[in-house]
T-cell receptor, first 113, second 111 residues
Framework: DAGVTQSPTHLIKTRGQHVTLRCSPISGHKSVSWYQQVLGQGPQFIFQYYEKEERGRGNFPDRFSARQFPNYSSELNVNALLLGDSALYLC????????????FGPGTRLLVL | RKEVEQDPGPFNVPEGATVAFNCTYS??????FFWYRQDCRKEPKLLMS???SGNEDGRFTAQLNRASQYISLLIRDSKLSDSATYLCVVMGYSGYSTLTFGKGTMLLVSP
């Protein structure tokens, strides 16, 4: 079975640009969560989507937005990039039937110059 | 007080050693607890869930003390391949489940 997939794997942007990151969950999983992990820290929760609806949002500015599609894949968008947005962006999928254990994709490493 | 606190390490141990990691959490309403392992520049991978009764998976033993809001992970007979960062993770639920991570404890196992 394929695990969680994310694209692209790496990305370099400049300040002020916007970026779209993509995630495909494990087959059968309807919930997708996004996390930001800056160097030396644990991942921080950004969003959770379930059945195309936003279920929760972490303490991130409105420059961050996301959506989930009918096939349960998801996009994370970040506008007006700042240097501090440089991080590993992780997507996790989960299933209510598995106690919502979250399985992570390989991440997208974003560098903002 | 941080929501999930861990000693960042690094813990440097020789092969075959036993090493213990500790973690405390602040939200007493937290519902589920996990240890994830993260290799350098890779994604976190679930190592094991943690239960009040304690649970063991091979060389790994995890324990939860809800009264003290304390979680532990014991690794016996350390292998070189155990070198990684170990993340203590707490799941809360308020209409949806979300994971709160500690900063992680780095383990370096040397020959």
């Amino acid at each position: 079975d394929a695990g969680v997939t994310q694209s692209p794997t790496h990305l370099i942007k400049t300040r002020g640009q916007h970026v779209t990151l993509r995630c495909s969950p494990i087959s059968g999983h309807k919930s997708v969560s996004w996390y930001q992990q800056v160097l030396g820290q644990g991942p921080q929760f950004i969003f959770q989507y379930y059945e195309k609806e936003e279920r929760g949002r972490g303490n991130f500015p409105d420059r961050f937005s996301a959506r989930q599609f009918p096939n349960y894949s998801s996009e994370l968008n970040v506008n007006a990039l700042l240097l501090g947005d440089s991080a590993l962006y992780l997507c996790a999928s989960s299933s209510l039937g598995e106690g919502e254990t979250q399985y992570f994709g390989p991440g997208t490493r974003l560098l903002v110059l | 007080r941080k929501e999930v606190e861990q000693d960042p390490g690094p813990f440097n141990v020789p092969e075959g050693a036993t090493v213990a990691f500790n973690c405390t959490y602040s939200n007493s309403a937290s519902q589920s607890f996990f240890w994830y392992r993260q290799d350098c520049r890779k994604e976190p991978k679930l190592l094991m869930s943690v239960y009040s009764s304690g649970n063991e998976d091979g060389r790994f033993t995890a324990q939860l003390n809800r009264a003290s809001q304390y979680i532990s992970l014991l690794i016996r007979d350390s292998k070189l391949s155990d070198s990684a960062t170990y993340l203590c993770v707490v799941m809360g639920y308020s209409g949806y489940s979300t994971l709160t991570f500690g900063k992680g404890t780095m383990l370096l196992v040397s020959p």
